[in-house]
């Protein structure tokens, strides 16, 4: 699964108490948000796969309601946030079970490989003075890009096609990790928050995803 979100943000340095704030704000966010992803991954483990495709679209339009409500209330921004990170723990809770029965020890090894993934590149894009607006967008092009490729996976064989798509991914989850940290120290609205948290939340999502398939992927 490859999802991001683009919110719109001003990107005006601001005072630095209030991009501490903001900062603060938002990294608390994504934590509720995991949490939260955590919680629905742990009771849909269980679930089929018409749940979890069906939570997948469910989370898909509370990430466009999401982006819609940001600038008219926080507080449904908030609440439509914590329901999508809820949602995308159902989304992803049978795949996460296959790689836990088969080997638990790869799911502890993507975590922290994320964790570090994220506190390295998050923090140099928050301490970056390089406008990386013109990388982004290259990303987002390569990022549709790498779910075609994907997408060709499913149905043709491709040696180590997988571990390609991993790194490949990786790469491009970096970027946008910079990106991402980089717009928390520039943006200007606190109310964009949840959408920055929104945003940082699927860099980390994803790169979860793509290390478990690395670390897994002998089983």
């Known amino acids: 699964m490859t999802m991001t979100s683009t919110p719109t943000a001003a990107t005006t340095p601001v005072g630095r108490d209030?991009?501490?704030?903001?900062?603060?704000?938002?990294m608390g966010l994504v934590?509720?948000?995991a949490?939260?992803?955590?919680?629905?991954?742990?009771i849909g483990r269980d679930a089929s796969g018409e749940l979890a495709i069906f939570s997948y679209i469910a989370a898909f339009a509370v990430l466009l309601g999401l982006n819609a409500a940001a600038q008219r209330s926080e507080q449904l921004a908030v609440g439509l946030?914590?329901?999508?990170?809820?949602?995308?723990?159902?989304?992803?809770?049978p795949t996460v079970a296959v790689y836990a029965d088969a080997d638990p020890q790869a799911v502890w090894?993507?975590?922290?490989?994320?964790?570090?993934?994220?506190?390295?590149?998050?923090?140099a894009g928050y301490a970056t003075r390089r406008d990386l607006s013109g990388l982004a967008r290259g990303l987002f092009w390569a990022l549709f890009a790498l779910i075609a490729f994907g997408i060709v996976l499913v149905f043709v064989q491709i040696p180590s096609g997988a571990v390609i798509y991993a790194v490949v991914g990786l790469v491009i989850f970096a970027g946008l990790t910079?990106?991402?940290?980089?717009r928390l120290r520039q943006t200007q609205d606190i109310r964009t928050a949840p959408?920055?948290?929104?945003?940082i939340f699927l860099d980390a999502l994803n790169v979860f995803l793509?290390?478990?398939s690395i670390f897994g992927r002998d089983n």
């Open 18 to 26: 209030d991009t501490g704030r903001l900062f603060g704000q938002t």
């Open 31 to 33: 934590a509720l948000t």
């Open 35 to 42: 949490g939260l992803f955590a919680l629905g991954a742990y």
């Open 81 to 93: 946030l914590l329901g999508f990170g809820l949602l995308l723990g159902f989304a992803v809770a």
């Open 109 to 123: 090894q993507a975590g922290g490989a994320t964790a570090l993934f994220i506190a390295g590149f998050g923090a």
């Open 178 to 182: 910079l990106f991402d940290f980089q």
């Open 195 to 199: 959408l920055l948290a929104a945003s």
């Open 210 to 212: 793509l290390f478990l």
